[in-house]
């Protein structure tokens, strides 16, 4: 009889670790991320023309998700990143 295979628990359990506007910032953050051997997936969302109000003008969003295991290693990743890079990042607290 042959046995069903499991997944582990958290499989496709990712979570949102910042939002970005500015191009360099997210550049940078994924930069030390690959440096520190951490997996995230970056996504760029287009916002509607009308929409751009609630979201000062800009017509992208950045938005950098990781392993819900890898979210603290990220976290101390993100600490020694550049103060200039750093204030553009919308952080999620987890």
Do not use: W
């Not at 359990?13 to 930069?31: E, I, M, P, Q, W």
């Not at 392993?67 to 990143?81: C, F, I, P, S, V």
């Amino acid at each position: 009889m042959k046995r069903k295979l499991k997944t582990g628990r958290n499989i496709d359990r990712d979570v949102v670790l910042c939002k970005t506007y500015n191009f360099h910032a997210g550049r940078s953050l994924c930069r030390c991320l690959i440096e520190a051997s951490i997996p995230f997936k970056k996504e760029i969302r287009h916002i509607p023309f009308f929409m751009r109000e609630s979201h000062n003008g800009n017509d992208e969003i950045c938005i950098i998700s990781i392993n819900r295991n890898q979210y603290h290693n990220a976290r101390r990743t993100l600490d020694g990143l550049d103060r200039k890079y750093k204030d553009r990042l919308l952080i999620n607290p987890l």
